[in-house]
Nanobody, 115 residues
Framework: QVRLVESGGGLVQPGGSLKLSCAASSFNFILGDMGWYRQAPGKQRELVAHIATTGTTNVTESVRGRFTISRDNNGRTLYLQMNSLEPEDTAVYFC?????????WGRGTQVTVSS
């Protein structure tokens, strides 16, 4: 059974930074492309950052220049460095493969950007 455990969220003021982590218990997870998703209240979950098995990264336009996705050398931990946070970044953040596996969704970690 795959377990993805997200951590690192919290309350931060606009302009602040957070670094999210995703720990994976499954080898299958690290074999594929990985991504960070987020779901804001009343909105659909969206993919915000993607890292391919080749190491190529991509982020959605709304976070470009502010968010960076990375993984550790063994691939078992996924990170999302978030800088210059904006209130619009408030959401629950999840990690999963890209494309996602429904059975891999964890509880996510809440990020709240507010003054």
């Amino acid at each position: 059974q795959v377990r993805l455990v997200e951590s690192g969220g919290g309350l931060v003021q606009p302009g602040g930074s957070l670094k999210l982590s995703c720990a994976a218990s499954s080898f299958n997870f690290i074999l594929g492309d990985m991504g960070w998703y987020r779901q804001a209240p009343g909105k659909q979950r969206e993919l915000v950052a993607h890292i391919a098995t080749t190491g190529t990264t991509n982020v959605t336009e709304s976070v470009r220049g502010r968010f960076t996705i990375s993984r550790d050398n063994n691939g078992r931990t996924l990170y999302l460095q978030m800088n210059s946070l904006e209130p619009e970044d408030t959401a629950v953040y999840f990690c999963n493969n890209v494309p996602e596996f429904v059975e891999y969704w964890g509880r996510g970690t809440q990020v709240t950007v507010s003054s």
